[in-house]
């Protein structure tokens, strides 16, 4: 074989990555300038899984505060991906973050390194740090290399939104203990302490959203007692609130399923989020 | 494996680089390296068929040795039967078995018995109808004495299975193919570069163009109910887009990979799409296929030493054939009819127009060119159609409403939503970029071959950057080729 077209193919591979780079540098750029231009960003945003999807109606509570609100959470969304998305939305002017966490957000890093996940969000690509690329890229190599190349034009638009679930608890049956005792030392929670310091003009709420009774005997105490440390770590920053609704409910009335409420718990839960919000007198005056 | 696969992408380096560096000198292992490289290749969809390429290359192996050894016409003929009808029963088998088995439940069922018959779902081994075409044609030529029966078992296989044309095409015939395998192949760089330009110039058509166009295509076809008038122009349009890009892509990969082996693969396609005349058309479209069809079917039956109700009546059949080659369904039969139909009224007004453009100055009868193609290409985007469409029961409703609906004023609106929300601008300027690119290069093999060689490096080398990023960008999911159902 000629040596000097296996150079020109080395040569080409390495021009292409420099391409690559650089396209992406000036996308994130463009992404970067179109988004710091958004007009009328909503002040107050929603961060989370499911739990969050489904627990936060933000046209109530954007009627409660007199104040727009957007529910952004997502099904199955890791405190990985919220962080990146709540980093573009801090980006467009949004000056109230909650963030809603959950007894699984340390027990599993495939929300965060899925193809699925990835897929849906490239809209989030131009906020991922250096770190956060490191952590993809050591976890799933293959996947972050197609999640790189689909890099997407500057856009405003993000994924998630408040989601009416109009079931209701039916089969009480208490569920099965299952084990989800493992916990990963991801960067997941790291990432979202370090947007937390690097915003100190941003207020942030992280919340845990309310669980069937039932639910916390199915995790088992270990969990529980993991998910306190890591969630009081966040009561240390003057710029973060920390509300716990995990066991505030117990009515069946409420819930969806263990895990999950219900229009009505929504309500409730957005009313009570409305008022604790209030209490806690949060700076939410978004022409700072 | 398909070409447009991460795993093609994997295999094509690893294969490339050992065949190569077992050297040009050694002729028999570079075979038997193609042959093994190339059953991995076939068998990574389903190794199960295998054994067909290999009884399909035994039988034709073994009567072109025996007809080279036989003098008596009767004999060879006797070979040759046998070659035809086990290669064409394999055919019939697998691809229309089917078929046939509902035509007899429909013709049972008009006479008002009822039959059931048992459904055999006989799966289509990929590239069936591609090899057997070309295996019975060696054979034929062998028994023409067109060219001698090769003595070598193991370049026949590699012949018959060497793998960028092995699912679909072109279609080679053994006087060009085969003996390049008896032949030292020498690495050639400029052959390696034209190799690989024109793998990335069928990637683009492919995954950029051909599988942008399927979601328009599919979404028209999948809901013609509910569009009306220029939306449903849209589907057969875009369709004519997508199956162009889509095979003359894969033929392009084809050509580039077998280059890069030091192989020369048919031109297949001639940009087809600038066509002036339903002629010129089937002279630039799947060459391969139509020259097979020609020389195998149509010569023999007469050609154009006959009368012309003969030639006439041949040229029918060869497109009737051609369409049922596509598929065992009502619709390529069809398609192939409309063809034929339109094929031989282009042929008798030919000579008219012969005679009324002669004395046309050339400015003005460029003009002509350029209206012909155009609506050279609205008799094609008509005839598409047919292909494309579900069942042919679809059709009558499908252009009652393609025609009809032109004068609804919601048909527009619908048009208008559908590239707003769904096709975008992405689509339409790529389209437009692509065929501007193919008629600058319309004199080369391929669009790129030439065009990017008077360009300075640097935006050479930017271009290939902006289509290797547009693949990869864009190669979401991996849609098989259209023409691997054939």
């Known amino acids: 074989m000629h040596w000097f077209f296996f150079r020109r193919l080395v040569c080409f591979s390495i021009g292409f990555l420099a391409f690559l780079l650089f396209l992406f540098l000036v996308l994130r750029q463009a992404d970067r300038f179109w988004n710091q231009k958004s007009p009328n960003p909503p002040p107050i945003v929603i961060f989370g899984s499911s739990h969050a999807e489904v627990s936060i109606n933000d046209d109530l509570l954007s009627q409660k505060l007199s104040i727009e609100a957007k529910n952004r959470g997502l099904s199955g969304q890791g405190v990985f991906w919220s962080t990146q998305a709540a980093k573009k939305s801090i980006h467009q002017g949004s000056r109230l973050i909650l963030f809603e966490l959950n007894n699984f957000s340390y027990t599993s890093l495939e929300n965060n390194i899925s193809p699925a996940a990835l897929i849906r969000e490239t809209g989030s690509m131009y906020y991922l740090s250096a770190s956060d690329w490191a952590f993809l890229i050591s976890n799933a190599p293959k996947t972050t290399l197609d999640y790189f190349i689909k890099m997407p034009f500057p856009n405003r638009s993000m994924s998630g939104k408040y989601m009416e679930n109009k079931r209701w608890l039916k089969n009480k049956e208490q569920p099965a203990r299952k084990k989800f005792d493992s916990f990963h030392s991801n960067i997941s929670d790291t990432v979202l302490h370090t947007l937390i310091q690097a915003h100190p003009k941003v207020n942030f709420v992280v919340f845990r959203a309310p669980q069937h009774p039932y639910f916390y005997i199915a995790i088992g105490p270990k969990n529980e007692h993991y998910f306190q440390k890591r969630f009081n770590l966040f009561k240390q920053y003057a710029n973060c609130q920390t509300l716990d609704f995990g066991p505030s409910f117990d009515a069946d009335s409420v819930f969806a399923d263990f895990g999950h409420l219900n229009l009505n718990g929504a309500r409730i839960l957005t009313e009570m989020l409305a008022d604790s919000l209030v209490h806690f007198g949060l700076n939410i005056d978004n022409k700072q | 494996m398909v070409f447009n696969s991460l795993d093609f992408a994997v295999f094509l380096p690893v294969v490339f680089a050992i065949y190569w560096l077992l050297g040009a000198a050694r002729i028999r292992p570079q075979n038997a390296f193609l042959l093994a490289s190339s059953y991995v290749f076939y068998g990574w969809w389903d190794w199960r068929f295998l054994g067909l390429i290999a009884a399909s290359t035994v039988l034709d192996f073994w009567v072109g040795l025996a007809m080279s050894k036989q003098h008596l016409k009767v004999k060879r003929r006797l070979l040759l039967t046998i070659s035809l009808l086990i290669n064409l029963g394999a055919l019939g088998i697998f691809k229309y078995c089917n078929f046939f088995v509902e035509g007899f439940v429909s013709a049972f069922s008009f006479f008002g018995s009822s039959f059931k018959a048992a459904e055999l779902n006989v799966v289509l081994p990929v590239g069936l109808s591609f090899y057997t075409l070309q295996t019975m044609g060696y054979s034929i030529d062998v028994y023409r004495k067109k060219m001698e029966a090769h003595k070598d078992l193991l370049s026949f296989a590699s012949f018959v299975a060497f793998f960028p044309q092995l699912v679909a095409g072109p279609i080679e015939r053994a006087a060009h193919l085969l003996p390049q395998f008896s032949l030292r192949r020498h690495f050639l760089l400029k052959e390696a570069h034209l190799g690989l330009r024109q793998i990335l110039w069928g990637l683009f058509k492919k995954v950029v163009i051909a599988d942008g166009c399927a979601e328009v295509v599919d979404l028209v076809f999948m809901y013609y109910l509910k569009f009306s008038g220029l939306t449903l122009w849209l589907g057969p349009v875009f369709f004519a887009v997508q199956i162009y890009c889509d095979f003359s892509g894969y033929s392009d990969i084809a050509i580039g990979t077998a280059r890069l082996f030091g192989f020369k693969l048919s031109q297949n396609f001639k940009f087809p799409y600038f066509s002036t005349n339903l002629i010129e058309f089937w002279r630039r479209w799947h060459i ?149 690119v193919e008629w600058q290069g319309r004199k080369g093999l391929f669009a790129i071959e030439t065009i990017p060689n008077t360009w300075p490096k640097s935006i050479r080398w930017l271009f290939y950057f902006v289509l290797v990023f547009l693949v990869l960008r864009l190669s979401v999911h991996q849609i098989p080729f259209i023409y691997f159902s054939f």
């Not at chain 2, 094929?343 to 460029?366: D, E, G, W």
């Open chain 2, 288 to 436: 391969s296929l139509s020259t097979w069809f020609r020389d195998y079917i149509y010569l023999p039956l007469g050609g154009n030493r006959t009368t012309p109700f003969k030639m006439g009546s041949n040229i029918m059949l060869v497109f009737l054939v051609s369409g049922l080659w596509h598929g065992a369904d009502l619709k390529f039969l069809a398609w192939g009819g409309i063809h034929g139909i339109l094929y031989l009224t282009t042929k008798s007004l030919q000579t008219l127009s012969n005679r009324l453009f002669t004395p046309i100055p050339s400015n003005i009868k460029q003009g002509f060119s350029i209206a012909s193609m155009a609506f050279t290409f609205l008799l094609l985007v008509m005839s598409w159609l047919f292909f494309r469409i579900d069942s042919l029961s679809m059709l009558p409703q499908y252009l009652h409403e393609m025609f009809a609906g032109l004068t609804y004023p919601i048909g527009y609106r619908q048009t208008a939503n559908l590239f707003t929300q769904r096709i975008g601008l992405f689509l339409p300027f790529a389209i437009l970029g692509f065929f501007t």
